[in-house]
């Protein structure tokens, strides 16, 4: 496990972890006996070797991760999860948590600093952005024009975060919020939803061809529908 650098925006008390991942090992029994049943459930459901160490590895750290900080054996957590399936801990509303993988790698971001949320994708998978902008990207953004995959990546990973962090479901609420430039370097997230506010989101430091991206709604009062996204 790897502790990522983070913009010197990022607010106080967050961290992401990236852990690498062995797609061909076995899974670790030693991982297995953390989890649910509910959670080795859904790990099994993958029919792919390496879907299911994915799933069942990164799940087995978060718990480490999370029991080391609330001084609880990590098998004896409990998770809730919200209408749109985003989990928290049952008893605990202090620390709020998020999990990406793809590839090789996960990250897993912690946060006592508001709600967060957290990407990664691979840079050099196929795709179709021109059909695929048209689902996932406001009026807004098709409008400024994606230049190449990278770009469609770049922007996918921070979309994909803000939404997250909010808590809401990905599919119905992508053209909700638009991420936009105004000098290529700083992006704006814009949207309608005075409840959205405080929400912001980085690029963060990732592997080769890979992207990532952290988003945090820190807590306080409603603000205008106004956030930021900085490289």
């Known amino acids: 496990m790897l502790l990522l650098p983070l913009p010197e925006a990022v607010p106080p008390g967050i961290e992401v972890w990236l852990l ?50 609330v001084k609880l054996p990590a098998e004896m957590l409990r998770f809730v999860t919200n209408c749109h399936g985003k989990p928290r801990l049952q008893h605990e509303v202090c620390i709020d948590f998020n999990v990406s993988h793809a590839g090789c790698f996960a990250l897993i971001a912690l946060s006592t600093g508001g709600q967060v949320g957290v990407d990664i994708e691979c840079r050099d998978r196929t795709i179709d952005a021109k059909s695929l902008g048209a689902y ?77 991206a952290l988003a945090v709604k820190s807590p306080g009062p409603t603000l205008p529908a106004l956030g930021t996204f900085q490289r």
């Open 20 to 69: 690498e991942l062995n797609l061909r090992m076995p899974v670790l029994d030693s991982d297995i006996s953390l989890l649910s049943e509910g959670e080795l459930t859904h790990a099994l459901r993958f029919h792919r070797h390496e879907d299911r160490v994915r799933s069942i590895s990164t799940r087995a750290a978060l718990r480490r991760m999370l029991a080391s900080r």
């Open 136 to 212: 996932v990207f406001s009026h807004l953004e098709r409008g400024i024009g994606l230049k190449t995959d990278e770009d469609f990546i770049e922007r996918w990973v921070a979309k994909e975060s803000v939404l997250k962090a909010l808590g809401v479901g990905i599919s119905e609420h992508l053209q909700a919020i638009s991420i936009l430039t105004d000098d290529g370097e700083t992006f704006r997230v814009e949207h309608d939803r005075p409840e959205w506010s405080r929400i912001r989101v980085w690029s963060i430091e990732a592997p080769n061809c890979y992207a990532a």
